[in-house]
């Protein structure tokens, strides 16, 4: 989980890649209204998340019978968390955390995405930080990809 640019995609791949597990990228589950609506600078709001959300909790539902698995999503919000965790109640959340400036570079140096590095205000607004009753855990995202994984991989319970 984190906003955009924090390197979800990036950390998520290689960390389905580590564990042996299926990797899903939540940004293919918006219908394309929602990545219309995106492009064109706007953010989403509840209902347009309510058919994405649900999409994501099927299929990590599916996955939690079989092995697990690994999907990237934003989940700013408690409440969407909550509405994944329904799906599999031991769902565990890495939250992908930095300093805005950061993550505003990384958006910036992004090519061919839908989603304007001007939305990234709207997203650190939105975002609600694991609350302690949470299963998850917080990873820093300084550093490469191979570095953000390994810490990943390390706050993982075992």
């Not at 995609?9 to 609506?37: C, M, Q, W």
């Not at 092995?67 to 968390?81: F, I, K, M, N």
Request: hydrophobic fraction near 45%; charge should be negative; include cysteine.
């Amino acid at each position: 989980m984190g906003v955009s640019g924090s390197g979800k995609s990036t950390v998520g791949g290689l960390l389905a890649e580590r564990l042996g597990v299926p990797y899903a990228e939540a940004d293919d589950f918006h219908p394309p209204a929602n990545i219309a609506k995106m492009s064109a600078g706007h953010a989403l709001d509840d209902a347009d998340r309510a058919p994405w959300l649900d999409a994501i909790a099927a299929w990590i539902a599916e996955r939690d019978g079989l092995g697990g698995g690994v999907v990237s999503c934003s989940a700013l919000r408690r409440r969407y968390r909550d509405r994944l965790r329904e799906a599999a109640p031991g769902l565990f959340f890495l939250h992908l955390d930095g300093p805005r400036a950061l993550i505003a570079a990384r958006l910036a140096a992004r090519l061919g995405h839908f989603m304007p590095s001007g939305l990234l205000d709207s997203q650190f607004d939105a975002l609600e930080p694991l609350d302690a009753d949470e299963a998850g855990a917080v990873v820093t995202v300084d550093g490469g990809p191979e570095r953000i994984t390994a810490r990943a991989l390390a706050a993982l319970p075992h």
